[in-house]
C-alpha cells in the first residue's frame, strides 16, 4: 500500500472495499469496516457540522471511539476549517477552552453525527492548521499548540521510513486525544492504508483476547501502548498462544523501565520501540533499551546541547524546521550520534503516562480549603509517582490514620476536577510549618526527608522539627506500613516503647551530632500507646546529670502523652 501525505487528502484515494478499520471479536457487529463505510460517516458528520455551525470555524472535539473521531476530524478539514483538541474531557480543562469552539462527540453539550451520508467533495482548500493542541506550559495554564499539515505530514513520512506499518491491523492502548495516540492511532493508518481497532484495548485481558482472535484468523497486529499499560501484563495469560500475532510494540507518554521492558518482550516475543518526544516538537528520538539505553534520534533531526546539558533540537517536524529549539530535557550526547536522558529542567513531567503541570498542580492545591502552601514533587519508585507537601492550617491537620485519610480523600476530589486520576499525587505530606533550611527553602535533602519512610519501612515519617530553647521538637507520623507494629497486639496494632526508644536514638544522633550510645533507662513512662496513623511531637534535649550524658524525651499527640523519661548515655567527648 502507498504512502500518501495527508495533504494529498488520503480518505479520497483509497479504494471503496479498501479495510479502514476492525471491530473487536466482543463488539455486536465485529469484523472489517470498509473505506466506503467510513466515508458514509464522514458525510453523516458532514451533515451535522453544516446544521451545527455558527460560522467561527472552530469545534472542540473530543470522541473516544477513533472511528467516529476520525470521520469527524475529516469532515472539519473538508469544510477547511480548525479541529481543536482537549487533551481529556474534565471540567476543568473544558472550562479553560469554554470559548475557543464549538463542543463535538461526547463532550459535555456536544453533539454527534447521525445516520449515515454519503460525502460531498469541493475545491475548499485544507485548513492552514490541521490541529489544535493543547498542552501544560511553563506556567501551569493551558498552551495553545498549533500543527500544521506540513508538519504532520513530515513526522509520518519519518515513521514510514524508520518503520512501516507491515501488519495487519493497529490495535492501541493510548488516547488519541493525544498526539502520539493520534500519529500512531489515527494518522499513521489513514497515511499508509493500514486498518484500525474502533475501540482501544487498555487492560491486558482484552489485549489477550484480541491477539487470539487475531492469531485465529492468521493476522498479525502492531501495538500502540505506553508504560502503565506494558509494565502490569500479567503473566497468568497464556501469552505464548497469541505471540504470532503480535508485530511491533510501540511506547512512548513517559520513560519505561527496564523491568517493563523486559517483561514484555519476555511474554509478546517483541521488542518495545520506545519513542521520545513531546506535543511540541514531535518525535525526537527511539530506542529499544535491550540494544541499550542511548536515545537515537530520528532521521532528518540534529541534537545537540550546550553547557547546561540542556537539548537543542532542528527538526521538520517543528513548526520553524531550519532553526534550533531548546528543550526543557538535560541530556548527555553520546559519540555515535545519541543521547541519554539526564531529566527535566522545567515543572513540566509526565505521570503514569499524563503530561501535568506541577505549578498547575502547586497551585490548585493551593486554592484549596485550608491550605496555606503546597508542592508537588516527582518520586523515583518503581514507576514515577507525584507526592504532595502540604501546609495546612491547625484546623485542618490530622491528627490520626482516619482523619489523614478524609484529608487525603478530600483533596484529590477537589482535584479530580481538574486533573485525571493517574496524575493525581499519590503519597501526601502535611505539614503545620513550612519545613526549609537555614537560608529559608526547601532544599532536596529535606524533601527527601519528608519521604523517607517509603524506602524504610522502620523508620517514622518525618513531618518537620523546631529548636526549642532547651532541645528540639520533631513532629512525626507512624506510617501504617511501618515494620515494627507488625505482630503486637494483632487486634489493634501499637509502637512498641522500645521503638520510641529507638527512633529517639537516631534522631539524636542527627539532630545533636550524638556519638555517645544507648546505656540505660531512667523514670520511662508509656501512659498510652501509639497506633498506626498517629501524629505525635518528639520532644528531645539533651543534659548532663550527676556527672553522666542523657537523653529526655517526651512523646505527646493529640490524644495525650505516650512517652517520657530519660536515655541515659554512654560517655562522650562532645557534651553541648
Keep these: 500500500m502507498r504512502h500518501l501525505e495527508l495533504q494529498a487528502r488520503p480518505w479520497r484515494e483509497r479504494e471503496a472495499d479498501a479495510r479502514m478499520a476492525w471491530r473487536p471479536?466482543?463488539?455486536?457487529?465485529?469484523?472489517?469496516?470498509?473505506?466506503?463505510?467510513?466515508?458514509?460517516?464522514?458525510?453523516?458528520?458532514?451533515?451535522?457540522?453544516?446544521?451545527?455551525?455558527?460560522?467561527?470555524?472552530?469545534?472542540?472535539?473530543?470522541?473516544?471511539?477513533?472511528?467516529?473521531?476520525?470521520?469527524?476530524?475529516?469532515?472539519?478539514?473538508?469544510?477547511?476549517?480548525?479541529?481543536?483538541?482537549?487533551?481529556?474531557?474534565q471540567p476543568a480543562t473544558l472550562a479553560?477552552?469554554?470559548?475557543?469552539?464549538?463542543?463535538?462527540?461526547?463532550?459535555?453539550?456536544?453533539?454527534?453525527?447521525?445516520?449515515?451520508?454519503?460525502?460531498?467533495?469541493?475545491?475548499?482548500?485544507?485548513?492552514a492548521v490541521a490541529l489544535t493542541l493543547y498542552t501544560s506550559g511553563s506556567t501551569g495554564e493551558p498552551q495553545r499548540l498549533d500543527k500544521r499539515?506540513?508538519?504532520?505530514?513530515?513526522?509520518?513520512?519519518?515513521?514510514?521510513?524508520?518503520?512501516?506499518?507491515?501488519?495487519?491491523?493497529?490495535?492501541?492502548?493510548?488516547?488519541?486525544?493525544?498526539?502520539?495516540?493520534?500519529?500512531?492511532?489515527?494518522l499513521r493508518p489513514l497515511a499508509e492504508g493500514v486498518p484500525f481497532a474502533t475501540r482501544p484495548c487498555p487492560y491486558p485481558e482484552t489485549l489477550?483476547?484480541?491477539?487470539?482472535?487475531?492469531?485465529?484468523?492468521?493476522?498479525?497486529?502492531?501495538?500502540?501502548?505506553?508504560?502503565?499499560?506494558?509494565?502490569?501484563?500479567?503473566?497468568?495469560?497464556?501469552?505464548?498462544?497469541?505471540?504470532?500475532?503480535?508485530?511491533?510494540?510501540?511506547?512512548?507518554?513517559?520513560?519505561?523501565?527496564?523491568?517493563?521492558?523486559?517483561?514484555?518482550?519476555?511474554?509478546?516475543?517483541?521488542?518495545?520501540?520506545?519513542?521520545?518526544?513531546?506535543?511540541?516538537?514531535?518525535?525526537?528520538?527511539?530506542?529499544?533499551?535491550?540494544?541499550?539505553?542511548t536515545w537515537r534520534p530520528f532521521p532528518g533531526l540534529a541534537i545537540e546541547s550546550d553547557s547546561e546539558q540542556r537539548l537543542w533540537l532542528r527538526s521538520p517536524h517543528l513548526a520553524e524546521p531550519q532553526?534550533?529549539?531548546?528543550?526543557?530535557?538535560?541530556i548527555a550526547l553520546d559519540p555515535n550520534g545519541g543521547f541519554r536522558l539526564l531529566g527535566r529542567a522545567d515543572r513540566?513531567?509526565?505521570?503514569?503516562?499524563?503530561?501535568?503541570s506541577l505549578t498547575a498542580m502547586d497551585r490548585a492545591l493551593g486554592e484549596l480549603e485550608?491550605?496555606?502552601?503546597?508542592?508537588?514533587?516527582?518520586?523515583?519508585?518503581?514507576?514515577?509517582?507525584?507526592?504532595?507537601?502540604i501546609e495546612l492550617d491547625a484546623n485542618h491537620l490530622p491528627h490520626d490514620h482516619a482523619s489523614h485519610r478524609a484529608t487525603v480523600k478530600r483533596l484529590r476530589r477537589a482535584l479530580a476536577e481538574r486533573f485525571e486520576t493517574p496524575a493525581l499525587p499519590r503519597y501526601w505530606r502535611f505539614v503545620e510549618a513550612w519545613p526549609t533550611n537555614a537560608q529559608g527553602k526547601l532544599t532536596a535533602t529535606l524533601r527527601e526527608r519528608l519521604f523517607a519512610d517509603l524506602d524504610d519501612r522502620r523508620a517514622p515519617r518525618w513531618l518537620g522539627e523546631r529548636a526549642l530553647e532547651d532541645g528540639i521538637e520533631v513532629t512525626l507520623e507512624v506510617p501504617e506500613h511501618c515494620r515494627y507494629v507488625d505482630g503486637h497486639f494483632d487486634a489493634q496494632p501499637v509502637v512498641p516503647g522500645v521503638t520510641l526508644v529507638h527512633w529517639a536514638m537516631q534522631l539524636a544522633r542527627r539532630l545533636f551530632a550524638l556519638e555517645a550510645d544507648f546505656a540505660g533507662l531512667e523514670r520511662l513512662r508509656f501512659p498510652q500507646p501509639l497506633l498506626p496513623?498517629?501524629?505525635?511531637?518528639?520532644?528531645?534535649?539533651?543534659?548532663?546529670?550527676?556527672?553522666?550524658?542523657?537523653?529526655?524525651?517526651?512523646?505527646?499527640?493529640?490524644?495525650?502523652?505516650?512517652?517520657?523519661?530519660r536515655l541515659m548515655l554512654t560517655e562522650s567527648h562532645d557534651v553541648a
Excluded at 511531637?537 to 537523653?551: C, D, H, M, P, V
Design 533 to 565: 496513623g498517629d501524629r505525635f511531637r518528639l520532644t528531645l534535649a539533651r543534659r548532663r546529670i550527676k556527672a553522666r550524658e542523657s537523653l529526655t524525651i517526651t512523646c505527646e499527640s493529640a490524644r495525650g502523652q505516650h512517652a517520657s523519661g
Design 348 to 356: 513540566i513531567v509526565k505521570i503514569g503516562g499524563k503530561r501535568l
Design 149 to 186: 499539515f506540513v508538519q504532520l505530514d513530515a513526522e509520518l513520512a519519518t515513521q514510514r521510513a524508520l518503520w512501516p506499518y507491515t501488519e495487519d491491523l493497529v490495535i492501541g492502548q493510548v488516547s488519541h486525544q493525544h498526539i502520539y495516540g493520534l500519529l500512531f492511532l489515527i
Design 25 to 89: 471479536p466482543a463488539d455486536s457487529a465485529a469484523g472489517w469496516v470498509s473505506m466506503d463505510a467510513w466515508r458514509q460517516r464522514i458525510g453523516a458528520w458532514q451533515t451535522l457540522l453544516a446544521r451545527h455551525t455558527d460560522g467561527s470555524g472552530a469545534w472542540l472535539l473530543f470522541d473516544p471511539d477513533p472511528l467516529e473521531f476520525s470521520a469527524a476530524l475529516v469532515a472539519i478539514w473538508e469544510r477547511g476549517e480548525q479541529a481543536i483538541l482537549p487533551a481529556d474531557d
Design 323 to 330: 532553526t534550533w529549539q531548546r528543550q526543557a530535557d538535560r
Design 96 to 127: 479553560a477552552l469554554r470559548d475557543s469552539g464549538q463542543p463535538l462527540g461526547t463532550l459535555s453539550g456536544g453533539t454527534r453525527a447521525g445516520a449515515d451520508r454519503a460525502p460531498e467533495w469541493s475545491d475548499q482548500p485544507l485548513p
Design 370 to 389: 485550608g491550605v496555606r502552601r503546597a508542592q508537588t514533587v516527582t518520586l523515583n519508585r518503581r514507576e514515577l509517582r507525584l507526592g504532595a507537601i
Design 208 to 293: 489477550h483476547a484480541w491477539l487470539a482472535a487475531c492469531a485465529e484468523a492468521q493476522l498479525q497486529a502492531a501495538l500502540v501502548s505506553a508504560p502503565p499499560a506494558l509494565s502490569r501484563l500479567p503473566a497468568t495469560l497464556d501469552w505464548p498462544a497469541v505471540r504470532a500475532a503480535q508485530g511491533r510494540i510501540y511506547s512512548s507518554g513517559a520513560p519505561l523501565s527496564r523491568a517493563a521492558s523486559d517483561l514484555a518482550l519476555g511474554l509478546l516475543d517483541s521488542p518495545v520501540h520506545e519513542v521520545y518526544g513531546s506535543s511540541e516538537t514531535g518525535g525526537i528520538a527511539w530506542r529499544v533499551q535491550q540494544q541499550g539505553e
